[in-house]
């Protein structure tokens, strides 16, 4: 895909590393500032993380304890239990993500003329251009490598580990040296003895007309830099980054370029959006684009929700590789990420991941796997040890390194957060029902994650009712007569629920009807005196209705329980719910899941009222990245990886032999074409377009089935032939 509306160029160079131009190949990621001759390109790396003692830190040992929490619940001694479910009390944090390092490109001239930088989406390439010389750079999906060319005359390359907030007892140290006749420049970063790795270690080989000068290198004329990352356990690891690096046969940027660009760019083209926006707002540079709807907050700006789009998804495939994204995705300019930088499992992990399986990035959903992969055997301790269960305890956050569950406070008392593995796998079932390909390993754990909620399952009154104890609606709880949240209760909805989707999948792939017997003696829903989905099942509790997560929506959206067409009235119940809830902090994760629900319960303005919330409450840096908050406070990436889903599922939701289009179409976007999209249900929408009165979809499948296809204008059944493409169009009576 080519054009201005798949890239992203500014007219000046960033500000500060928030607006620096990114890149990455899921493993190594670059902010480029984009100054002509004082360049800073901050380098990072997914398991850059800094040591702080919580490496082998594990779960407290609560299982003897449960019976008296238990009846400290039941009777309305919540607080106490609180206290016992937090074990020794301690809040520790995940080792916090840290930037790695910034090379730097000094030269000099005259005025700078003619400025111009980009970011091609398509490609994944940086480029900065003045009248007095270019820079090209990208991260390699193929070689594993971050990639420079430089074209600006006489310059002097260097490195700094000096970068904001970094901790006085990290040490780097920068060196440059010639070796069988090849420069090269070495940064080392040693940290504290706190943990089992040593510090974190880049070295780049320079290419050209080149000469070491202390330490620094001096570049006469084109040069190419390639430049290698690693976090060694027990000793730096020189020799054999040198060995990567001078083992490539390419030693051309466009070759280097081309390799690259065969792994990165068929998965950026398999989804595009056109809205209906004039040529001359799709060539804005970025800035301009971001004032346009600073000066219309209350108003969609088709041609920066088209941009927005595009740069989310590819964000969140540069983002995710050897990991899924963290709280920042891969990038961070400063040692003060907020919450660790890590990976906040109670909703934002599962948020940034909802437009991977839909917007046709399986890669974005590997990388997810691998992170699971490697932390269940933890979830099974987890539970062990807090619970006596077996199956899989999540925690509530983790720095991908493990998965043992220890960030816990008497007011985060994630120990009683049950649903934390169903909710994380999801999107790995997801994925099946999306491609129809075999579960696999995933089988396995989705019955885990059964097991476990079929062990904690207790008896909650004389009747002998089963239900949740303890159990926690993630980060909030019901109020005590002071009106204070207090986190651990009875029944939360989404335990509910992740219980019954878990039984009803462990029926399915076991075969035994246990399961199903299990499923019929949960809890029902509740709906309070309001008409509302209650967020516990349980009498009495009053909830935080102006918290910012939405976990009692979680059978509406992601897993589609709770929807229009087969339960009404806990539609509207659930519709209810959502339309009284409040903003609190306005935070990006709590509207971008709202608009998800309110997408699912098929209300467009309000999904557009969220989305509101965000695009008009300037939360883009000029990237293109996400602010955590309105006023671009706290740089995070929930909006930006979420957002595409959120457009996405406005314009196409499918399941198993049902598809709906349009099913959320915001108010203010009246035409446009949407490609590409994967629909749980193996159904492809090759194409969609729309303009008033009139929808027109292109349907693909990799099987022949049988679908039942709804529109604002009617509904149909079409005959999929597998590997062909069925046109299916509705149109409002009198349209042309």
Not at 371 to 396: C, D, E, K, T
């Amino acid at each position: 895909m080519t054009g201005p509306g798949h890239r992203i160029w500014d007219t000046a160079p960033a500000d500060g590393w928030q607006d620096a131009f990114l890149a990455g190949n899921g493993e190594y990621g670059i902010m480029v500032h984009g100054e002509p001759y004082a360049e800073r390109i901050l380098v990072n790396h997914h398991r850059f993380v800094l040591p702080n003692g919580t490496h082998d830190a594990r779960p407290p040992q609560l299982a003897a304890r449960l019976p008296r929490i238990r009846r400290l619940i039941l009777t309305d001694r919540r607080a106490e239990a609180s206290r016992l479910l937090a074990g020794d009390g301690v809040l520790r944090w995940t080792q916090s993500f840290h930037p790695g390092f910034a090379l730097t490109v000094a030269g000099t001239g005259g005025p700078v003329r003619d400025y111009h930088r980009h970011t091609d989406f398509d490609t994944g390439e940086i480029v900065v251009r003045w009248a007095g010389g270019t820079r090209r750079c990208f991260v390699s999906r193929a070689d594993r490598l971050v990639v420079t060319h430089l074209d600006m005359g006489a310059c002097e390359v260097g490195a700094t580990g000096e970068l904001p907030g970094r901790p006085a007892e990290v040490r780097y140290a920068v060196s440059a040296y010639r070796h069988d006749g090849l420069v090269f420049l070495r940064v080392r970063g040693r940290y504290p003895r706190l943990g089992r790795a040593y510090g974190v270690e880049g070295l780049t080989l320079l290419r050209g007309d080149v000469e070491v000068d202390g330490d620094r290198v001096l570049v006469r004329g084109p040069a190419l830099l390639l430049t290698v990352l690693h976090r060694p356990a027990s000793r730096w690891r020189t020799e054999a980054l040198a060995r990567r690096l001078t083992g490539h046969r390419d030693t051309r940027y466009g070759d280097l370029l081309a390799r690259h660009v065969t792994r990165h760019a068929p998965a950026y083209r398999r989804v595009s959006l056109e809205l209906d926006v004039p040529a001359a707002h799709r060539a804005l540079p970025v800035g301009e684009l971001l004032a346009r709807q600073a000066a219309t907050p209350h108003r969609l700006e088709p041609a920066l929700l088209e941009r927005l789009f595009h740069a989310g998804r590819y964000l969140l495939f540069s983002a995710s590789g050897v990991l899924p994204p963290r709280l920042t995705g891969l990038w961070l300019g400063s040692w003060d990420a907020a919450w660790a930088g890590d990976f906040t499992t109670d909703a934002n992990l599962n948020l940034q991941l909802a437009a991977a399986n839909i917007g046709a990035l399986p890669e974005v959903t590997a990388a997810h796997a691998r992170l699971v992969r490697a932390q269940v055997a933890h979830w099974r301790h987890n539970a062990r040890a807090i619970y006596g269960a077996r199956g899989l305890l999540a925690p509530s956050r983790t720095d991908g390194e493990h998965g043992h569950l220890f960030h816990l406070h008497p007011g985060w008392p994630f120990t009683a957060w049950l649903p934390g593995a169903h909710w994380l796998l999801f999107p790995l079932y997801e994925q099946h029902l999306v491609t129809g390909k075999p579960l696999g390993e995933v089988a396995g754990w989705l019955v885990e994650a059964a097991e476990f909620l079929a062990d904690v399952l207790t008896v909650t009154g004389e009747n002998g009712a089963l239900g949740f104890v303890p159990s926690y609606s993630a980060e909030t709880g019901p109020l005590d007569a002071a009106g204070t949240a207090v986190p651990v209760a009875v029944n939360a909805t989404m335990d509910i629920a992740a219980a019954r989707h878990a039984f009803t999948v462990a029926a399915a792939l076991t075969g035994e009807d246990r399961w199903a017997q299990l499923a019929a003696r949960l809890p029902a829903y509740r709906v309070d005196a309001d008409g509302a989905l209650a967020e516990w099942a349980w009498p009495g509790y009053r909830a935080d209705e102006d918290h910012r997560h939405i976990s009692h929506l979680y059978p509406v959206w992601p897993l589609g329980e709770i929807n229009p067409d087969d339960t009404p009235e806990l539609a509207t119940a659930a519709h209810r719910a959502l339309r009284r809830r409040g903003d609190e902090n306005l935070s990006a994760h709590g509207s971008l899941h709202r608009a998800l629900a309110a997408a699912r319960l098929h209300d467009g303005p309000l999904v557009e009222a969220n989305l509101l919330k965000i695009v008009g409450g300037d939360m883009f840096f000029r990237s293109l990245m996400s602010a955590h908050n309105p006023g671009r406070v706290t740089y995070n990436a929930d909006a930006a990886h979420a957002l595409p889903a959120v457009l996405i599922e406005s314009l196409v939701q499918g399941r198993p032999g049902r598809l709906r289009l349009l099913p959320a179409a915001l108010p203010g976007l009246t035409r446009g074409t949407l490609r590409g999209v994967t629909c749980p249900g193996r159904v492809v929408v090759a194409e969609l377009t729309w303009r008033p009165g009139t929808v027109r979809a292109r349907l693909a499948s990799p099987v022949a089935q049988r679908l039942r296809v709804c529109g604002p204008y009617g509904e149909t059944e079409v005959r999929l032939v597998a590997g062909e493409t069925t046109e299916v169009t509705f149109a409002r009576r009198g349209a042309h």
